[in-house]
């Protein structure tokens, strides 16, 4: 029971159908010192996913706050927003890794693209870009798990 997450003030109004092109900047503060420690931005459905900070290498084992401060209509206004709130707050930038490879966790594989990994693999790059992004409805791609290794 005492690893259920605490929910406070949870409210987005807003049409369900508008809300899946919605994307939120949102801060993540550490429990144990009270300090904001990452801002990001990300699609509001993705928010718990953590997506765009376990890529800035943000420890996922910690208690954070999670708070949506501003919700946005295309990634590049949240992005720009984020990168704002990142410097009023004095925190360091990382630069989002834009290369990566591609490991299959079944074969033990590694690819140098996702356009590689098809090719070997016969796959459709959508539906392998969807399962990177831990999209939902992807958990498996023709049966098989793959993961980003950034270079």
Not at 1 to 26: D, F, R, S
Not at 110 to 131: D, P, R, W, Y
Request: charged share 20%.
């Amino acid at each position: 029971m005492e690893n259920l997450p605490e929910i406070h003030n949870i409210a987005v109004i807003n049409q369900p159908i508008k809300l899946t092109k919605k994307w939120c900047v949102y801060t993540l503060t550490d429990v144990s010192t009270n300090k904001i420690v990452y801002v990001g931005h990300i699609k509001l459905l993705q928010l718990f996913a953590f997506i765009d900070a376990r890529l800035a290498n943000v420890d996922l084992n910690k208690f954070y706050t999670i708070r949506v401060i501003e919700l946005c209509e295309n990634s590049g206004l949240a992005l720009r927003s984020a990168m704002i709130k990142t410097r009023e707050l004095g925190l360091k930038i990382v630069p989002k890794s834009r290369s990566f490879r591609v490991y299959c966790v079944n074969t033990g594989e590694t690819f140098n693209s996702i356009k590689e990994t098809c090719m070997v693999h016969g796959l459709q790059a959508s539906n392998l870009s969807n399962h990177l992004n831990n999209k939902p409805g992807f958990n498996t791609v023709k049966g098989k798990t793959y993961k980003k290794i950034n270079v």
